[in-house]
C-alpha cells in the first residue's frame, strides 16, 4: 500500500487518562494514514478495528475495485 502512495504511521501514545478513545485513524493526509493506539488494556483488538479501518480507506480511495461492494 505504501508503494501505491498511502503509507501507514502508527503511533503509540500513553494511557488516556479519561479512557475516551482507544485508537483513531487519521485519514486527513491521504498519503500517509496515521493510527494513533493509547497503551490500554485492549491494544491487540485496538490494532486490528484500526488497522481494517486503513485497509477500507485504501479500498474506498484507490476505488479497488471499482465498486468493494460489487465483488
Known sequence: ??????ALTILLIDKVSDNSFAGLTDRNLLYNIK????TNDFIQRTIHHEIMHYIES?????NYPDDAFKE
Open 1 to 6: 500500500m505504501k508503494d501505491n502512495d498511502m
Open 35 to 38: 493510527i494513533l493506539i493509547t
Open 58 to 62: 485504501y479500498i474506498e480511495i484507490k
